[in-house]
């Protein structure tokens, strides 16, 4: 497909820069545009357009500080990934983004078209680090020892800094409830500001906030136990059971019994036990092993 030539006149520089084999794609360029944009630049030695352009990528990158990175690929010694990405030309320049090609061009361009098109990359992975994921991650920390007025502080700090930072809005919410403030974690998700009312973090404290209040007027675990066991098929009795279990902590026991009451009747009170368990998976994180297997189980049971 395509002549074969010397060892390139450009070597990599540095983290940001590499060049690239076929053995590597999938590393280099796929996995790493998960968390920041990768350029890479389909080039060769005999390419005359090349010798302008691949140099002008290289500066660009650079400047851009790690915004985004570069991959370098010989179309001679990669023919293999240079047929499967459709190379019809060189140089062409592809950009990708979470394991996908987002952008690209074809042919030597000027300085001041990679300077535009390396920044509209750069915002695709948002702002530069400005310093708060360390702060977040700290009072997570604090959060998860207990030590909720630490934590309401940190997250309050982070927020003066960033009043739209999801991730510190929703710590905040979470510090409140686990401080047992309701009321104020309510005044928070329904004044949250701007883009953070939609946000998925904000989201899911709606349903924490609604699984607390029902905590506060569950039953006493041990007495439902007994009911349940004296009449497995009251139905009242297992999603009572089910509050006090969550409200105890006990996640997993608790969407055990709502899957026993939706099998025995999903109809019952509205579809109640199905409606919970949707409540129960939205404030815990999408990949949690209680939620997969849960609905796992449910829909084997909806479309049996």
Not at 120 to 128: E, T
Not at 220 to 234: C, G, I, N
Not at 246 to 267: I, Q, Y
Request: proline residues 5%; glycine residues 6%.
């Amino acid at each position: 497909m395509f002549a074969t030539s010397e060892k390139p006149a450009v070597p990599a520089t540095n983290d940001l820069i590499k060049d690239g084999t076929e053995r590597d794609f999938l590393q280099d360029v796929i996995e790493q545009s998960k968390t920041v944009p990768v350029i890479v630049d389909f080039w060769a030695t005999w390419c005359g357009p090349c010798k302008t352009l691949t140099p002008a990528l290289e500066a660009a990158v650079l400047a851009a500080k790690g915004a985004v990175k570069l991959v370098k690929i010989d179309v001679d010694k990669n023919q293999a990934i240079a047929a499967q990405l459709r190379i019809q030309s060189i140089p062409t320049v592809y950009a990708f983004w979470q394991g996908q090609p987002v952008d690209g061009f074809q042919g030597a361009v000027p300085a001041s078209q990679i300077k535009q098109f390396i920044d509209q990359l750069s915002k695709l992975a948002g702002p530069p680090d400005n310093g708060l994921a360390d702060a977040i991650e700290a009072a997570e920390g604090m959060l998860a020892e207990g030590a909720i007025d630490d934590a309401i502080e940190t997250f309050a700090a982070i927020l003066d800094e960033e009043p739209e930072n999801p991730l510190a809005y929703s710590g905040l919410i979470r510090a409140h409830l686990a401080a047992g403030d309701l009321d104020m974690v309510e005044t928070l998700i329904t004044t949250a500001p701007g883009t953070l009312a939609k946000a998925k973090e904000v989201e899911a404290t709606r349903a924490m906030l609604e699984l607390a209040r029902q905590a506060t007027k569950a039953a006493h675990e041990a007495e439902l136990r007994a009911a349940v066991a004296k009449d497995p098929a009251d139905r009242q009795a297992l999603f009572d059971l089910a509050t006090a279990l969550h409200a105890n902590g006990k996640v997993e026991e608790a969407v055990s019994t709502l899957l026993d009451l939706f099998k025995l009747d999903r109809d019952w009170n509205n579809g109640a036990a199905r409606t919970q368990l949707f409540t129960v998976f939205d404030a815990l994180k999408p990949q949690d092993p209680i939620v997969l297997a849960g609905r796992r189980r449910l829909s084997s049971m909806i479309f049996a």
